[in-house]
């Protein structure tokens, strides 16, 4: 017997577990379903085609195998450029992101104008697309992996900027407060007590950024901006998929070593600084 | 009663102030932007040199931000500050932080950086005279600054712990830190702002009985904000009750006792 009746007025209310959707939410599902249907006809999804094409996959797969060493040479110096861009590139759009993060932060920035202009440039960069600027620096300085390193260093920018940024903003401001009581320059806070503060952030940032650099540079090589790409893209289109199984071997073990390299540098650089 | 309602000016204190004053607050008003009332209205105390004075009153009474003021941390609206003598109120950017220099401010919250050992967030006490990255870490730091830093953490008590990283230390350890961090400046007056509200009773007697050997051992000038009203009156040679926006005890702490003090927190 509940000790509550329904007339009881200090009775506690308890809702019912399902309620009606608005007609607004309602209108709203019906539309996002509408534009989903309409999608996987735009998306050109179509099962006859991937059926169709499921001997094709068989015969490549099959054309890979043994993958061919003949070509490993070039290969693997193409995979060392590859990684060199990589880290060129991460280096230095590192280095740079930081002096744009400290404008784009809001505890450090000198004035919200530069503020809103450092953030909508690092936006900006990120927003477009590393294939749109790696195509940009071909036109611009030639092919060549030396493109391939400026888009690398454009991406890091927009990547690790944002990213800082938000790493410094997170800073417990007490430190950066206490030295600044005592009359210290902002230059000295920025490095005693913000920049120490939020090193995990940055080194996991930096490393993350490494790790994408790696992936992106493999594919920056297939608009001629250097690296393992364009092999790939030539192995393809010659129909040397045994050349093409090779290089993306090639490939899986360069992404792997960087992943795990990064994963072991962060633990320990994480645990060393002080 | 009437002891504390109207302001007891003990008048030994205020005819030698002038001869050896640390701190002298003439007028001081503070009223925070879209407020209408003041926070504090025309204060004027003085501290002289070597002296421990504790401000009390109640939450939100403004005890922090006088305290504050008193260095333009926070601007005040009007009123002048003399700090060992010289005239703050006209001074600007680097005159000002120079003149701050001297000044060593001890928070609620020990404000040290936790990733960094106690030894280099004690060095970073120097930023306060120096700069330059020779004050970033004690890897960087002179024989000399590293040697006085050590000396630093030493009068803490805290010498072995030098290579710890504050992270791992206990809240009173890293308040003991932050004190030590203050000595290396090096400072004439030591600013407290609730320095024990973090810490347990027992760790706040620590930091407390920290203060009053200093404040003796080195002639140091103390002036901190305390809600323990034991602390104030076991600790301050003099204390400051702040109440309804304005000053309301100037009193030696000997002549105060715990009930009495306790009106101000009502």
């Known amino acids: ?274 | 009663m009437s002891q504390i309602l109207q302001p007891v000016f003990q008048t030994d204190q205020v005819a030698s102030a002038t001869a050896s004053a640390s701190l002298q607050v003439d007028g001081l008003s503070k009223c925070f932007k879209g407020t209408e009332s003041a926070v504090f209205r025309d204060i004027s105390f003085d501290i002289k040199e070597g002296q421990s004075v504790a401000l009390i009153g109640a939450n939100g009474a403004g005890k922090s931000t006088l305290l504050r003021c008193c260095v333009r941390l926070i601007e005040p609206d009007s009123g002048s500050i003399r700090l060992s003598g010289e005239d703050l109120s006209g001074k600007s950017g680097r005159a000002l932080k120079k003149a701050r220099n001297r000044v060593g401010f001890v928070f609620q919250k020990h404000g040290l950086v936790p990733r960094l050992s106690a030894l280099t967030n004690v060095l970073h006490g120097n930023l306060a005279h120096d700069f330059g990255p020779r004050n970033w870490s004690q890897r960087l730091a002179s024989q000399e600054n590293r040697q006085r830093a050590l000396e630093c953490l030493d009068q803490v008590g805290l010498a072995d712990l030098a290579y710890q990283r504050c992270d791992q230390l206990s809240g009173g350890q890293s308040q003991r830190v932050a004190i030590a961090r203050a000595l290396m400046q090096e400072p004439s007056i030591l600013f407290a702002d609730e320095p024990t509200a973090s810490l347990d009773p027992q760790s706040g007697e620590v930091v407390m009985e920290l203060f009053a050997r200093l404040s003796q051992s080195r002639n140091l000038t103390l002036f901190f904000v305390s809600h323990h009203v034991e602390h104030a009156l076991h600790y301050a040679d003099r204390i400051l009750g702040l109440r309804s926006k304005q000053l309301q005890l100037d009193s030696a702490s000997h002549s105060q006792s715990t009930t009495s003090l306790r009106e101000f927190y009502v």
């Open chain 1, 1 to 274: 017997m509940s000790e509550f009746t329904d007339s009881d007025p200090a009775a506690p209310i308890l809702r019912s577990r399902f309620q009606r959707p608005s007609w607004l939410s309602s209108a709203l599902f019906a539309f996002f379903i509408g534009f989903f249907l309409w999608s996987l006809a735009g998306a050109g999804m179509s099962l006859p085609s991937l059926i169709r094409g499921l001997p094709n996959m068989a015969t490549i797969a099959g054309e890979m195998f043994p993958p061919a060493t003949d070509r490993a040479q070039p290969i693997l110096e193409a995979i060392l450029v590859t990684f060199q861009m990589a880290l060129v590139g991460t280096v230095i759009g590192v280095v740079l992101s930081v002096p744009m993060a400290l404008l784009a932060a809001r505890n450090t920035s000198p004035h919200p104008l530069v503020r809103y202009v450092t953030r909508s440039v690092i936006s900006f960069v990120r927003t477009v697309p590393d294939l749109a600027w790696a195509l940009f620096f071909v036109v611009s300085v030639g092919l060549g992996p030396f493109a391939g390193t400026l888009t690398i260093i454009v991406d890091t920018i927009g990547f690790c900027g944002r990213f800082f940024a938000e790493a410094f903003e997170e800073v417990d401001p007490g430190a950066s407060e206490a030295l600044d009581s005592i009359g210290s320059r902002p230059v000295d806070r920025i490095a005693v007590a913000l920049i120490p503060g939020a090193l995990p952030s940055l080194i996991n940032t930096s490393l993350f950024s490494l790790e994408k650099a790696v992936r992106s540079s493999v594919v920056l090589g297939l608009v001629g901006a250097g690296g393992i790409g364009a092999e790939l893209a030539v192995s393809m289109e010659m129909f040397r998929y045994d050349q093409a199984a090779f290089i993306i071997f090639a490939i899986f073990i360069l992404v792997f070593i960087v992943e795990h390299f990064s994963s072991r540098m962060r633990e320990r650089l994480l645990q060393q600084i002080r």
